[in-house]
């Protein structure tokens, strides 16, 4: 449950006066953050604390997380002459990656670590709005108006991005996550056009590093075919979706994860009990389904309604 750590007491206790990003940077705040959902909920996976935007900020840019906002750009990507501050990652770049991966296997055991990256969609819209943004104006502007440009930047990206998750890949993890958390401001076509090639060459050139790869998404109820097609083991489903008519989408090769709306967690326990059986009892259609939330943990949910939940999940699935 991605941001499962936001709503503990004690990771808000660890985080004290320690900034987001650098909180990524040190491999022993990330090993115990990584942990604290795992002890307490009893999770079947952990997934790696860090930021989407962890390896751009260490391939040249000038950012920050900001509380509440999310990654702010000192200064966006807006023309050709930009690009040079976006240069290529090499692993060094990211040892704290590696170092904090290989302390968190040592201390999973037999929890698997999915580790995760941006897709590069999600990532320009940050480079090129400068921040988060609700229509992605920019972003599309360059996307529509400026071909060459809007390629260029997927492209490093995408180099970026492989880089990164190879490095997770080699230092231990399980499982990788790609999240394309805006793709959904797309329509089917552009997504092909101008996202998809480059997911693609994220996603299939880590076929041969042996993990399953999900791919992740909001909104993308008309996307999911084509992000299955675009290389992943597992589509993720938003909670607009139910899970079968997603495998009637997706196809009966690909897994699914998913999909409760995070605000049922707000309900009372009788509506969480009953929307979950029903997201489990619909995720039967697929040939593997991981249960999840169909986006991020709100930092205001009762950490006691998630332990329940997951003792639901595997009481009902007999795991
Ligand atoms: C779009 C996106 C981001 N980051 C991420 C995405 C893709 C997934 C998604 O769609 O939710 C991915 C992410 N961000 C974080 C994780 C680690 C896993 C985990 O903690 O469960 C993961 C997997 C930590 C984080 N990333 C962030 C936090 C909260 C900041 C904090 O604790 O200070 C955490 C725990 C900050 C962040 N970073 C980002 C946003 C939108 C925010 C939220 C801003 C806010 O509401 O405070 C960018």
Request: charged content about 20%.
């Amino acid at each position: 449950m991605r941001q499962a750590g936001r709503s503990l007491p004690e990771y808000r206790k660890i985080r004290e006066g320690v900034g987001m990003l650098e909180s990524c940077r040190r491999p022993d705040l990330v090993t115990e953050i990584t942990l604290q959902p795992v002890r307490r909920h009893d999770v079947d996976a952990a997934i790696f604390f860090s930021d989407i935007v962890v390896p751009i900020a260490a391939a040249g840019i000038d950012l920050d997380i900001v509380a509440g906002t999310g990654p702010v750009v000192a200064e966006p990507i807006r023309a050709e002459s930009d690009l040079a501050r976006l240069r290529p990652l090499v692993p060094a770049d990211v040892d704290f990656v590696t170092e904090a991966i290989r302390l968190l296997v040592a201390e999973l055991g037999a929890t698997p670590l999915i580790g995760f990256a941006g897709a590069p969609f999600t990532l320009a819209s940050y480079l090129i709005e400068g921040g988060p943004s609700r229509t992605y104006l920019k972003t599309k502007a360059m996307m529509y108006g400026a071909p060459d440009l809007w390629n260029a930047l997927l492209a490093r990206l995408a180099d970026i991005t492989l880089t990164f998750l190879r490095v997770q890949v080699d230092a231990g993890v399980s499982a990788v996550q790609l999240f394309d958390s805006w793709a959904g401001a797309l329509s089917e076509a552009d997504y092909r056009r101008h996202v998809m090639p480059h997911s693609a060459k994220v996603l299939t050139g880590l076929i041969d590093a042996g993990v399953p790869r999900i791919h992740f998404g909001v909104g993308t109820g008309v996307l999911l075919e084509a992000m299955g097609e675009a290389g992943a083991d597992v589509v993720g489903v938003d909670w607009r979706t139910p899970l079968d008519e997603a495998t009637r989408r997706i196809g009966p090769d690909r897994a699914v994860q998913g999909n409760l709306d995070p605000a049922i967690l707000f309900a009372g326990w009788e509506t969480v009990e009953r929307e979950t059986r029903r997201v489990l009892a619909q995720g039967r259609a697929a040939p593997g389904h991981v249960f999840n939330l169909g986006h991020g943990v709100m930092p205001e949910t009762d950490p006691e309604i998630l332990t329940r939940l997951v003792a639901l999940v595997h009481e009902v699935s007999g795991s």
